[in-house]
């Protein structure tokens, strides 16, 4: 009996293909199940919006977005250009779009319309001395998922290997 393991160069090739096999497998049946976590994820973060007292124009609400990709994998998310700063804050430093604060002062109707010039540039000079607060919305909402999409992927995989 020897103590060495011999793989010769026939099993690797082998293996590496079924384990190629068995990826694309996974990816395909996980698709499906992924954009339905990516709805809910998406559903649970516009109530933590709501929650947070983060919704102005529901141009950030509205945002929300589940997408295939071309490899099969699933990004949730809301692309709207600020989603971030709701989400982590925004530090101090550097101006933000006067424009953006002048349109929300209009929609909330704040101010006269010959104010709004002036008002958004205080607002926007505030924010560039102090920052903002976080308004956590989708990490929340992700974690809330975060166990339920493992356990998916893991019935998944065990699914394919026993098929394979």
């Not at 709701?86 to 909330?108: C, D, F, N, S, T």
């Not at 992927?153 to 065990?158: A, D, F, R, S």
Request: proline share 2%.
């Amino acid at each position: 009996m020897s103590d060495y393991l011999y793989i010769d160069e026939e099993s690797v090739k082998n293996l590496t293909k079924r384990m190629g096999v068995l990826d694309k497998r996974v990816r395909e049946a996980s698709t499906e199940g992924l954009i339905k976590f990516g709805m809910q994820i998406i559903a649970k973060a516009q109530e933590k919006l709501k929650e947070n007292g983060s919704i102005a124009t529901a141009f950030l609400r509205n945002s929300g977005k589940v997408l295939k990709k071309s490899d099969d994998s699933v990004e949730a998310g809301f692309d709207c250009h600020y989603a971030g700063a709701v989400e982590y804050g925004r530090k101090a430093g550097g101006m933000p779009p006067v424009k953006m604060i002048k349109q929300w002062l209009k929609k909330k109707r704040i101010g006269k319309e010959e104010d709004r010039d002036s008002i958004a540039w205080a607002i926007a000079k505030e924010i560039a001395d102090n920052g903002t607060e976080a308004h956590p919305f989708l990490e929340p909402a992700y974690e809330e998922h975060r166990a339920k999409i493992q356990e998916f992927m893991q019935e998944v995989i065990n699914k394919e290997i026993e098929k394979l």
